[in-house]
């Protein structure tokens, strides 16, 4: 997969040779502000910041890319990222942190901050029609299987 950099960018890397996602690295410092509870109403605004990575990848037809958590950054610090690259965007690749703590948490440029995973992607034709064929399952959906 072709891999351009703009100045300051790292070159995404894997950690171990069959690592299903590469890692893509913050060019800059950056504070990813904590989540503000409102305890009159139990609202709770997450925290995030948008870090622009300085990559860019030609993605081939056929597959696209998930931006995915690191699974340190989310189990010990609370820090999720999510996202999809579409082939053909060739734009700079920014990864939104969003921050389900209270604490702010300082990333410094060379940190890793999410991985890039590369997947098939079908996409079929699109037929309207005015009904669905009957499953098992049906439209049952959240809680319809148990605990």
Request: glycine share 10%.
């Amino acid at each position: 997969m072709k891999i351009m950099l703009d100045k300051g960018a790292k070159m995404p890397t894997r950690a171990h040779t069959y690592d299903a996602g590469l890692d893509l690295y913050a060019p800059c410092d950056v504070t990813v502000p904590g989540a503000i509870v409102d305890f009159d109403t139990d609202e709770v605004e997450v925290g995030s910041a948008v870090i622009d990575t300085g990559v860019h990848v030609e993605i081939p037809e056929g597959f696209c890319g998930f931006i995915k958590s690191k699974s340190g950054l989310n189990v010990k610090h609370g820090l999720t990222a999510d996202g999809v690259i579409d082939a053909h965007y060739t734009g700079s690749i920014a990864v939104k942190l969003y921050n389900h703590t209270p604490n702010p948490y300082r990333i410094k440029a060379g940190d890793k901050i999410s991985q890039l995973v590369i997947l098939p992607c079908l996409l079929p034709e699109l037929e309207l029609v005015d009904s669905l064929e009957e499953t098992d399952r049906g439209d049952n959906g959240f809680g319809s299987t148990g605990r």
